[in-house]
Structure formats: structure tokens, C-alpha cells
Nanobody
Framework: QVHLVESGGGLVQAGGSLTLSCTASGSFRTPNTMGWYRQAPGKQREWLAS???????DYADSASGRFTISRDNPKKTIFLQMNSLEPEDTAVYYC?????????????????WGQGTQVTVSS
């Protein structure tokens, strides 16, 4: 089973930036695809972005333009650079590990999640 630890969240004013980190350990496939998700209050968990071991990326409409996903393969870590944050971005942010870009889109495919990291954007 993969163990996932997200970090980097916090309180930021609208228009500000944050960079989130996620480190994977334990048992997971390699090569792989890693991705970011978020769950806002009263909402379902939604997919944001994914990146393969080779560096190919895929973004949801809600993340495209303001968010950038990247990874450090030796450190088994992915990052999410978030710019121009808005109050609507307030959520708990999670990461996960899968096989292909297509498999990452549906959060329901994953059997476990980390603790997540809280991002709160004030107006």
C-alpha cells in the first residue's frame, strides 16, 4: 500500500500563491502517474492535475492556467504551484498515485488517501 504525505497548505490572501508538496512511499508501481485532487466544503473530491514519470502533464479546467504540476522522481515527490488564488480554491488538497493519465481523472478509483493539506484563501 502506498503512503502519501501532503504538505505546504496554509492561509493566503486572494491573489497570493502557494506551493504544495506530496511525497509517496511504500508500495506503488513504477513508472507511474501522480496527481493532485481537492475537496471543498460540501463538494465531492475533484481531480486537478496529473504528471507521468516522463513529465507529461494533464490539467482539469479548474486548474489550467493558474496551477502547475511537476515532479522530482528521485525524491518520489510531486508539487503543485498555485498562483492567483481565489476564495473558491479553498479546500483540502490531496495527492495519489496511479497507472496512466486517463486513470487519474476519477478519484473513485483510489482505495486510500493521505491526510491532505488545508488551503484557505481569504478575500
Amino acid at each position: 500500500q502506498v503512503h502519501l504525505v501532503e504538505s505546504g497548505g496554509g492561509l493566503v490572501q486572494a491573489g497570493g500563491s502557494l506551493t504544495l508538496s506530496c511525497t509517496a512511499s511504500g508500495s506503488f508501481r513504477t513508472p507511474n502517474t501522480m496527481g493532485w485532487y481537492r475537496q471543498a466544503p460540501g463538494k465531492q473530491r475533484e481531480w486537478l492535475a496529473s504528471v507521468t514519470s516522463g513529465g507529461t502533464t494533464d490539467y482539469a479546467d479548474s486548474a489550467s492556467g493558474r496551477f502547475t504540476i511537476s515532479r522530482d522522481n528521485p525524491k518520489k515527490t510531486i508539487f503543485l504551484q498555485m498562483n492567483s488564488l481565489e476564495p473558491e480554491d479553498t479546500a483540502v488538497y490531496y495527492c495519489n498515485v496511479g497507472r496512466t493519465l486517463a486513470n487519474m481523472v476519477n478519484p473513485g478509483r483510489f482505495g486510500s488517501w493521505g491526510q491532505g493539506t488545508q488551503v484557505t484563501v481569504s478575500s
